[in-house]
């Protein structure tokens, strides 16, 4: 995963050192973004079955060119140095990419908090809170839920930060619940703004959204959104699937109502597999569920006239290379499922300011938002005559290689 990471880097900043006169400097920028500015790691002790038991855990913060460090923590059994260090590096590209003042970290703890007890998981989050509390402040660094973390344990860290400094600081932490300081519109978000990014894309094509069928793979947080608001735009969702299969309907599903059964514990009434889902002939095709899931392997039978990442990297670099050749969009992660970010960021911007939105507020100001980012992008698309990945990837590297050379960094 990091090697892959630092390859995009390496491969789009080609297209960009065109920009610049003085390459020399542009080569330094980029050879820094390669490398994060601080790797925290060690060490944290955990009271489990009445015993004192240590887990690994890291917080990489990988630039503050254009902002404050801004990333997830995730509490699983997998997580490793090179995987938070490229979450961080990707984090710094989605901040870009989005253009929020954000950039870019990333947290975890080597331990499954399935085995851990309510007290242990909070002993967890304190210890854990008390290791990063030198590192991270509204300021500095703002870390946010991600993988196994939640509103309850931002609140817990949240608690144990505040004391140590003395004083009230609801702006560290975001993805806070609602008596916290959250934000309206969060649960929401990353389905949203994916939603605003399929309506823009339809309308700068020319693309009829009644006509327009849409197949979503994962129907967990960002599916479920996703699907519900594409429905609610007038789209044809006709195809969902979670990791047991999927439920097809060429007329149109009911996004609600297999929800309903989803959150009753009731099967889903599974009609086709999830390789199935991905081959439909559609319009749309929305990954929204894990990494890698569309391949070398599958990608030769997909005839979908667009792909709207909504997991984080569902396209196999050779499968990206190929769905350019065929003429197949691919509106990447980066922009598309950056929805979530984009919402932490006015939490803290309410938190700064103390004044709080309404839901209406935070998806006008997120409508626009991911509409600019996404114009822009379309805009160097269209002038390079690049790939929309190859547009976002360039755009968010020149934010970054800029902010660096105007502080004197490089
Ligand atoms: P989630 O755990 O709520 O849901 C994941 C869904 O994927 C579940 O419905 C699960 O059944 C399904 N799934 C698992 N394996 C599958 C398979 N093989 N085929 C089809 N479906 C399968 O997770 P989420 O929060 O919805 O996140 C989904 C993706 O979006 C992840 O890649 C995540 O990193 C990314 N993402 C999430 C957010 C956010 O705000 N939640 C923000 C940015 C990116």
Redo the contacts with the bound molecule.
């Keep these: 995963m990091l090697a892959a990471a630092l390859k995009q880097i390496k491969d789009y900043s080609s297209v960009l050192a065109e920009d610049y006169e003085d390459k020399k400097t542009f080569k330094k920028a980029i050879d820094a973004i390669l490398i994060p500015q601080r790797i925290i790691k060690g060490k944290i002790s955990v009271n489990v079955d009445g015993k004192k038991k240590t887990f690994q855990a890291f917080r990489i913060q990988h630039n503050d060119a254009r902002g404050p460090f801004k990333g997830g923590i995730r509490f699983h059994p997998n997580v490793t140095e090179d995987e938070v260090r490229a979450l961080a590096t990707l984090m710094s590209l989605k901040c870009a990419v989005a253009g929020i003042p954000y950039g870019g970290a990333k947290g975890g703890v080597v331990v499954d908090p399935s085995k851990l007890s309510k007290d242990e998981l909070k002993d967890l989050s304190t210890s854990y809170a008390k290791f990063i509390a030198p590192y991270i402040g509204v300021w500095r660094d703002v870390p946010a839920p ?2 196994n973390t939640d509103g309850q344990v931002m609140s817990w860290m949240l608690e144990t930060y505040e004391k140590k400094i003395g004083l009230l600081s609801p702006g560290t932490f975001t993805g806070k619940p609602l008596e916290l300081g959250g934000s309206l519109g ?1 649960t929401e ?3 949203q703004g994916g939603v605003f990014v399929l309506d823009v894309y339809a309308r700068a094509k020319g693309i009829k959204v009644k006509s327009s069928t849409v197949a979503v ?8 959104w996703f699907a519900k608001l594409a429905k609610e735009l007038g789209f044809r969702v006709v195809a969902i ?6 439920v097809y309907d060429k007329k149109g599903v009911d996004v609600d109502k297999l929800m309903r059964l ?1 959150e009753e514990g009731k099967m889903l009434p599974i009609n086709i597999t ?1 390789d199935e ?1 991905l081959t439909l002939p559609i319009t749309f095709l929305v990954p ?4 890698n ?1 569309i391949t070398k392997d599958n990608v030769g039978k997909i005839r979908a006239k667009v792909i709207i990442e ?5 396209t196999t670099s050779e499968a990206d290379k190929y769905l350019y050749e065929k003429g197949i969009d691919v509106v990447p ?1 980066i922009l598309a ?5 984009t919402v932490s960021y006015f939490e803290w911007v309410q938190n700064l300011s103390g004044y709080y939105w309404t839901k209406e507020r935070v998806n006008l100001e997120l409508k626009n938002i991911i509409t600019k980012a996404f114009m822009d992008i379309y805009k160097v698309k269209t002038l390079k005559k690049i790939s929309f990945r190859g547009a976002a990837n360039y755009l968010s590297l020149k934010r970054m290689v800029d902010a660096m050379m105007l502080r004197g960094r490089v």
Excluded: H, I
């Design positions: 991600d993988v969060r978000a990353t389905g793979q994962g129907f967990g947080n960002v599916g479920f699937s979670d990791s047991k299969g999927g989803k999830n889902l929204a569920a894990l990494e899931s909504m997991a984080n990297g569902p992660d499922n950056s929805g979530g970010v």
